[in-house]
């Protein structure tokens, strides 16, 4: 069974520039979850989707992130201006969105804001 | 909101030593209670979950404790060895609204021969 892929792998930027990260999850997996990881802090809920709905988004900053899951599988999160801040691992999980709710993750997106 | 406190930071421990790594919470109604391990580069494994009905589960050397009165979580290693250094978190799902899972701050674990 193939695991969360994420891509890319890593992206360096500068200041206000945009980019886009992709996470394709495990297979029938309902439930897709993006988080921020600081470098040595735990992950951070960025926002999560049952299907193409968002759950809860109370933790992306709207005003330069957003995130989509169009038809239910791949989703992508975006940053249109990026910031120094924003240096962070960025983590794609997907589940089967039960009471006993384990997580799958990808490798991450490793992003340098310089 | 959840808070979840994760204690200690850091970790260092001999080989054959046991390791405990603790978390607090603060919802009562809190479901659901998982073990991670990030090895360098990459993303997180779950290691171990209970439901809020166990209070104690031991797999493979690990064993995870659930004591709701105090609303702690804890994880030990009973017999480190090298390759189970990594730094580990504890998640918490909530018993209501929804498959939030919420992650405590890492605890990085060295394990030295």
């Known amino acids: 069974e193939a695991g969360v892929t994420q891509s890319p792998r890593y992206a360096v930027l500068q200041e206000g520039q945009a980019v886009s990260f992709w996470c394709d999850p495990i297979s029938g997996h309902d439930t897709l979850y993006w988080y921020q990881q600081p470098r040595d802090q735990g992950p951070q809920l960025l926002v999560y989707f049952r299907d193409e709905a968002v759950i809860d988004n109370s933790q992306l900053p709207s005003d330069r992130f957003s995130a989509v899951r169009p038809k239910g599988t791949n989703s992508t999160l975006k940053i249109q201006s990026a910031k120094q801040g924003d240096t962070a691992t960025y983590l794609c999980a997907s589940s089967l969105g039960r009471s006993q709710n384990t997580l799958y993750f990808g490798a991450g997106t490793r992003l340098s804001v310089l | 909101g959840e808070q979840v406190e994760q204690r200690p930071p850091h970790l260092s421990v001999r080989e054959g030593d046991s390791a405990i790594i603790i978390c607090t919470y603060t919802?009562?109604?809190?479901?659901?209670f998982s073990w991670y391990k990030q090895e360098a580069g990459a993303g997180l494994q779950l290691l171990m979950s209970?439901?809020?009905?166990?209070d104690r589960k031991e797999e493979q050397g690990l064993t995870v404790l659930l004591n709701k009165k105090d609303k702690r979580l804890s994880l030990n290693l009973t017999a480190a060895h090298p390759g189970d250094s990594a730094v580990y978190f504890c998640a918490v799902t909530p018993g209501t609204g929804g498959y939030k899972v919420v992650f405590g701050s890492g605890t990085r674990l060295l394990v030295s021969p």
């Open positions: 919802d009562s109604a809190t479901a659901y």
């Open positions: 209970v439901l809020s009905n166990v």
